[in-house]
């Protein structure tokens, strides 16, 4: 027997509807928000995410899926959004349109993790992307609307966490003073950390190893280096979420896992924290666009990660007030009530309705399956039906039957 590759997920029916509820929030935040919606490739060339993503972190290190197609190209499964994002803003021109450029999208990545709960190789983001707007107003815009995004959907116990790392003037200080910080320490650091303070100082922030926590809590903090522009922007940002009422805390050991960003990054979290459990990250990434190739141009963004969405929505057990529409299983007799309850499924469906028509089993195995499939009603079909003209409309939550014409029957059910 098969099973779905490892870390892989089915959606099974039974989810679905929290699927269908996560989609049409994003549908309403995107357009509340005025952002038009953009799809990419599942596929990219890897330099894109080795120069967008960075060479050192552990995504492009060790858990990109890169294959050579037959055509000898070097392409890589999706890992994140952003660089396919950045790149189709370039390839398409749209930055000689009126900026900034507000786009979204959903979308599925791939990246070669240690699965467990929370954490899968194959995972769906909804993710925003504002392009040519540096005014920190952006960074609280991109914050407010992953924020709303997940009020939406009920998940109200979520935290934001904020930091400002800075920009390529103030940050080479701050590194310094991380670099010099981590070496009086280096006999205490995990074999991880040790190669990180060579490879990529900042990430050391990011270790979630216990031995390193006492290293982190008194490390320097980049707010504390920050240059003057990034200071003003940082300041800004605060007042930004002050005003809309957005409460958030400090993290000063928050980085995130990609080389791209600038000034600021942010999480939002449940209670319980951990690597698994952060919903959405994002930040702002002022010198991607030109690192890849592209003019000169800001960005700020985030994505929601939404198996971790579905899943804590379920652990709050988060009801939606579905308008699901009734549905009616049409239940037949004989050969002319089977071509009956066609029609009459088929005439259900024109007028707006939701119909199934019964199995081709016997008429208690069809009501039967009328309950195992959750119907609101069960309409009979059978010679003596179609004699009448009358029909038996069941409402099955209720266990009443009454004797209806076709045109009242639809009527009641629609
Ligand atoms: P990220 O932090 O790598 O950022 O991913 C964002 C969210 O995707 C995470 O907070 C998490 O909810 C979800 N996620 C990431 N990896 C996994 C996984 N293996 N399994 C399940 N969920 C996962 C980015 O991807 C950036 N592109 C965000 C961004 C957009 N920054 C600026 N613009």
Not at 97 to 123: D, H, M, T
Not at 193 to 218: F, G, H, M, W, Y
Not at 371 to 388: Q, T
Request: charged share 25%.
């Amino acid at each position: 027997m098969f099973q779905a590759p490892r870390g892989t997920t089915d959606i099974l029916p039974e989810d679905q509807p929290y699927w269908d509820n996560v989609m049409a929030a994003v549908r309403h935040i995107g357009s509340q928000f005025g952002y038009s919606r953009i799809d990419t490739p599942i596929f990219e060339d890897t330099q894109l995410f080795t120069r967008g993503i960075g060479g050192a972190t552990d995504i492009v290190e060790k858990e990109t899926y890169s294959f050579k197609d037959r055509g000898g190209d070097s392409l890589t499964l999706r890992p994140e959004g952003t660089a396919p994002v950045c790149r189709a803003y370039m390839e398409h021109g749209m930055h000689t349109l009126p900026q900034p450029v507000k786009l979204y999208y959903i979308c599925q990545n791939f990246r070669y993790e240690r699965p467990q709960s929370g954490r899968y190789r194959a995972f769906s983001q909804f993710g925003v992307e504002i392009f040519g707007e540096s005014d920190p107003y952006a960074d609280a815009e991109a914050i407010e609307i992953s924020w709303r995004f997940l009020r939406e959907l009920g998940l109200r116990d979520l935290s934001i966490t904020l930091n400002s790392i800075g920009d390529d003037e103030c940050r080479p200080l701050y590194v310094s003073a991380l670099i010099k910080y981590y070496t009086q320490q280096s006999s205490e650091l995990c074999t991880d950390c040790a190669r990180r303070l060579v490879t990529n100082p900042l990430r050391l922030l990011d270790c979630k190893i216990d031995t390193c926590q006492p290293i982190i809590s008194e490390a320097p903090r980049s707010i504390d280096y920050l240059c003057n522009d990034c200071e003003e922007h940082w300041q800004d940002l605060l007042d930004h979420l002050n005003r809309i009422d957005l409460t958030y805390e400090i993290d000063n050991s928050l980085v995130r896992g990609l080389d791209y960003y600038t000034r600021t990054v942010f999480e939002i979290t449940p209670p319980v924290k951990g690597r698994t459990n952060v919903i959405a990250g994002g930040g702002r990434y002022d010198k991607l666009l030109e690192q890849l190739g592209g003019p000169s141009t800001p960005g700020v963004g985030f994505a929601v990660g939404l198996e971790r969405v579905v899943e804590h929505m379920k652990r709050l057990k988060v009801t939606f007030s579905g308008d699901k529409s009734k549905l009616t299983l049409v239940a037949h007799l004989g050969p002319r009530g089977k071509n009956e309850a066609m029609v009459m499924a088929s005439l259900i469906r024109k007028s707006g309705g939701t119909a199934v028509m019964g199995p081709s089993r016997g008429l208690r195995s069809q009501l039967r399956y009328a309950s195992s499939i959750n119907a609101d009603y069960a309409v009979i079909i059978g010679d003596d039906e179609i004699d009448k003209g009358k029909f038996t409309l069941r409402q099955l939550g209720e266990s009443t039957q009454q004797e209806l014409s076709s045109e009242e029957i639809i009527r009641s059910v629609c």
